[in-house]
């Protein structure tokens, strides 16, 4: 209790002695936070009158697919709005509890504290309520946004399903009133077509020809330039006979790839260029973007199936089919591919112009049994042919699949399924062309990614004669086009399959946002757009390090006559340093709290406890050694067997070049922990000892003599200090000398030794004076008779030789007599 009633008096007193201050800085913030909270609250009330507008829309029942992924978008805005206007109050928040802290728990029951103290924790209370308020509002709005996002999720689905499933009357397609209103159609598009054309020719034809001429610059600068500068890629040649699987991988893919990109940039800035000199009026714009959509699609699958199958260069076909066949295949993709743009672009004039639906239907029933039909026909055809002459029919599979499709088309129109019977016959043309370019384009990737594989290339092999890349580097070079193309595919193509398969342009760039800002899995969040920021980050941080350590030892070290050894360290120390603020830096620009690596640092201490002892002691021993500095790069260096030249101090090793040229990885706890001989610590300068040893006999004191006149004589010998020759000892074999020498850098001690053994024999020489050595055994060897052979004097020993053996078997069988009698041997 008193110590309850001390403390508030202290609080007390310290509010009284700034209360002039403090109060006057209480009001500016409670003004500021009160206009904070008004202007959430509007904002809040605005985002509240918006989401309920939305939902009416959404309820309404006209609403079509594209309507509602443009209503989820806006909600999805609005949600985070709402939780930035809840983001918004977390400062304050966190100031007012930081202060309600300093202000202490609420008095007891029945206990009182002083007036300023509580009309203080009144106002924070009040004010914290307000917040609350706010921030429960904007998440009670994301909540039901989310349900809604969840409702429109059902409603599309549900809209797809009714499209697919939906059955039409067939009663009135080939009536006499399906032909009437087809003849009204065209008759209401050719009408609208030359009155737009007469009013633009009249009033618009400047603008017409300007916009056009643009569009056919582009489109010339495109060609020319592409096949400039990529001619060789996408262009196959004649020439080459027996062109490999890549070549024709590549020359596929990017015929396809590259053309229809120039196509699609021409058509696409002929409508900008028309829209942007007010040429097209609105329903002759969306007739033109229509039919723009068409022409690309067509040509997209003209350039495959002529790339693939190639009817001009049978040895650049991908499917090694006949000629004749190959040509019939390219036909038919092609019809079928202008079967269904003109079905395409008749619906959107069938939409525009408000067409009946005996209309739609009869365009979707023709159109679906025309690709029926043709899909039958391409199943049908019997592409290869044997040795003998005779035709051979498609793989089983694929020749079931074909037909299978196209009955499956035709049966679906027949039965009234036209919305099913369009999808599929779509599908089959649109995502089969993108599925077999993306497929190419893979198979592509994966032979440059192969070694050796860029370098068969046209790009490589112009590399190859132009610079100086290795095989090494050019296998490289690959992987990385290798990785660029695929990732290009995946961006490309995977958002066109999206679209083809009902998706929304919506849809692709919500998900987009959602992969770019972050993907919760649990309690992870994973930003790929995050992920990207921090690589970025952390290469430029290295980079700018490598150029810093550059300039550093370039420029200031090396002006400054900075030691050899001193540069390095410190470059190294520059260089971990920079690497590791980089990582760091890179690290929370990819959005990765550093706190969250504490469980990471916990196990990597519990591994250092376990395994990772002599990492952590090389680590640390590095560190040392770069610090204190006991031998720097270049000095020469004795530890233990390894004697040599250091070249490189790391953090973990340090690597000695001997002088048989053999590098040494030592590791740095070694150096540490053991005695370590540094030849040119300090300075290069060092004692070379030469023994030798004269004959007992030999005149000492002219021996003395000539030793140091030999020492003296020396052009590296140094005379401070000077020379010196010591009587060493009285040997075994030889009076022994030692003569020692200084010199002026050690490294040059065996050149010193050499010479002066040199000079030392050809003056003992001269003078006479032995060089004693110990004795050596002599090996006797048998000297052969030279040819010709004597064979009478071999004859004569060989008998000279039996005769002798006789006498000593005679004398042995005498001398074993008699010993047999008891007797003793005679001498003679």
Not at 402 to 410: D, H, N, R
Not at 658 to 679: D, E, K, Y
Request: hydrophobic share 50%; charged share 20%.
């Amino acid at each position: 209790m008193i110590s309850r009633l001390l403390r508030l008096i202290l609080v007390a007193i310290v509010v009284v002695a700034t209360q002039p201050s403090s109060h006057a800085m209480a009001q500016a913030i409670g003004q500021g936070s009160a206009q904070l909270i008004a202007d959430q609250t509007k904002a809040m009330q605005d985002l509240t009158a918006k989401t309920d507008g939305l939902e009416k829309k959404i309820s309404d029942p006209d609403e079509d697919d594209a309507g509602l992924v443009d209503i989820r978008l806006q909600l999805e805005d609005i949600s985070r709005a709402a939780l930035n206007s809840a983001l918004a109050f977390r400062s304050r928040l966190n100031d007012i509890n930081d202060r309600v802290e300093v202000l202490g728990p609420p008095p007891a029951q029945g206990q009182q504290e002083p007036a300023i103290v509580a009309n203080e924790r009144a106002a924070l209370t009040a004010e914290k309520a307000e917040i609350n308020a706010v921030v429960a509002s904007a998440q009670n709005l994301s909540i039901r946004i989310s349900g809604l996002v969840d409702n429109i999720a059902i409603k599309r689905s549900e809209l797809f399903r009714s499209v697919l499933t939906k059955r039409y009357e067939l009663t009135d397609v080939l009536s006499p009133q399906g032909f009437s209103d087809a003849h009204d159609q065209f008759t209401g598009l050719y009408k609208a077509v030359a009155s737009w054309l007469t009013f633009a020719f009249k009033f618009k034809f400047q603008a017409i020809l300007a916009a056009t001429l643009m569009a056919l610059a582009l489109a010339a600068v495109l060609l020319i330039g592409g096949r400039r500068l990529f001619g060789r890629i996408f262009e196959p040649n004649p020439s080459v006979e027996d062109p490999s699987y890549l070549s024709r991988l590549s020359v596929a893919f990017w015929s396809t790839l590259l053309p229809t990109a120039a196509l699609g940039a021409f058509l696409a800035s002929a409508v900008f260029f028309f829209n942007y000199y007010n040429v097209l009026r609105g329903d002759i714009g969306t007739f033109l973007n229509a039919l723009l959509a068409v022409i690309a699609v067509v040509f997209c699958v003209n350039r495959l199936t002529n790339a693939a199958l190639e009817p001009r260069l049978p040895n650049w076909r991908l499917i090694p089919v006949a000629t004749g066949p190959a040509r019939w295949l390219v036909r038919l993709t092609t019809a079928m591919a202008v079967v269904l743009g003109i079905n395409y672009f008749l619906s959107v004039v069938n939409e525009k112009m408000g067409s009946p639906l005996s209309l739609t239907i009869a365009r979707g029933f023709v159109a679906t049994i025309i690709v029926g039909v043709i899909l039958i026909l391409m199943g049908l055809l019997r592409p290869f042919r044997t040795a003998d002459g005779a035709w051979r029919p498609w793989p089983a599979w694929l020749r079931f699949i074909a037909i299978g499709l196209g009955l499956f088309t035709i049966a679906a129109a027949l039965l009234g399924y036209i919305g099913l019977a369009l999808f599929v016959s779509s599908q089959v043309v649109v995502t089969g062309t993108i599925l077999v370019t993306a497929y190419i384009g893979f198979l592509s990737a994966r032979a440059i990614g192969e070694e050796g594989g860029f370098a068969d290339t046209s790009v490589g092999r112009w590399l190859s004669a132009n610079s100086s890349y290795e095989d090494t580097a050019l296998d490289q070079l690959g992987l990385v086009a290798s990785i660029a193309i695929n990732l290009m595919i995946v961006l490309v193509f995977l958002p066109l399959i999206l679209l083809m398969w009902g998706f929304q342009p919506g849809d692709i760039e919500a998900w987009a946002y959602k992969l770019a800002t972050g993907v919760t899995i649990g309690s992870v969040t994973i930003s790929v757009l995050g992920i990207l920021t921090g690589i970025v980050v952390f290469v430029i941080g290295y980079f700018l390090t490598r150029w810093f350590q550059g300039w550093l030892d370039g420029s200031v070290m090396a002006r400054g006559k900075v030691d050899t050894g001193v540069r390095n360290s410190i470059r190294l120390a520059v260089g971990y340093a920079g690497v590791a603020l980089a990582a760091l830096i890179g690290i929370s620009a990819a959005g990765i709290d550093l706190s969250n690596l504490a469980l990471v640092a916990g196990a990597l201490s519990l591994g250092i406890g376990f395994g990772l002892q002599n990492v952590v002691s090389n680590f640390v021993s590095g560190l040392i050694l770069l610090a204190e500095r006991p031998f720097k790069v270049g000095d020469w260096i004795v530890a233990g067997d390894i004697s040599g030249t250091v070249k490189k101090i790391s953090v973990r090793a340090t690597e000695i070049e001997t002088f048989q040229r053999q590098s040494v990885i030592l590791p740095n706890s070694n150096l540490i922990n053991n005695a370590v001989g540094n030849w040119t610590h300090r300075n290069k300068l060092g004692r070379v000892d030469i023994r030798v040893g004269v004959a007992y006999g030999s005149d000492v004191k002219r021996v003395h003599t000539l030793l140091l006149d030999i020492a003296r004589a020396h052009p590296m010998v140094l005379k401070n200090p000077e020379p010196f020759v010591l009587f060493a000892n009285f040997g075994t074999a030889a009076l022994e000398f030692e003569i020692r020498v200084f010199v002026a850098d050690v490294m040059n001690g065996s050149i010193v030794q050499n010479d002066i053994r040199f000079a030392i024999f050809d003056i003992f020489e001269d003078e006479h004076i032995e060089i004693p050595s110990t004795p050596r055994a002599v090996v006797e060897t048998t000297k052969h008779e030279s040819w010709p052979i004597d064979d009478d004097k071999i004859e004569a020993e060989f008998a000279e030789r039996e005769r002798l053996e006789a006498e000593a078997a005679a004398e042995r069988e005498r001398l074993a007599k008699m010993k047999r009698r008891g007797r003793k041997p005679d001498p003679g």
